[in-house]
């Protein structure tokens, strides 16, 4: 099992920055995929950005070129970052941490709690 714990969502202005992490602990071997969804009322989750083994990133057309997506390793942790700069009131959303494991011929997703992202005036 992994354990995702994240943290950094809140109330911010408009063209204002956060920065979301997610720890993962627990059985983190095989990690190919860490990234982050979000949904907003009435939306289906979609996918903001996600990091990959070797370290290759991709994102959502809505936000690149204002958040980064990153990835630290650790022993027994790994801990994927998204700063989010210029932020927009249509980044208003649930952002949910999602981390990807897999073997040759299985893979499990996992997914936290959720944090909430409100950008407002």
């Known amino acids: 099992q992994v354990q995702l714990v994240e943290s950094g969502g809140g109330l911010v202005q408009p063209g204002g920055s956060l920065r979301l992490s997610c720890a993962a602990s627990g059985t983190i071997f095989s990690i190919a995929t860490m990234g982050w969804y979000r949904q907003a009322p009435g939306n289906q989750r979609e996918l903001v950005a996600a990091v990959h083994t070797g370290g290759s990133t991709n994102y959502a057309d809505s936000v690149k070129g204002r958040f980064t997506i990153s990835r630290d390793n650790a022993k027994n942790t790994s801990t994927v970052y998204l700063q989010m700069n210029n932020l927009k009131p249509e980044d208003t959303a649930i952002y949910y941490c999602?981390?990807?494991?897999?073997?040759?011929?299985?893979?499990?997703?996992?997914w936290g709690q959720g944090t909430q992202v409100t950008v407002s005036s």
């Open positions: 999602h981390v990807r494991r897999e073997g040759r011929s299985w893979g499990f997703d996992y």
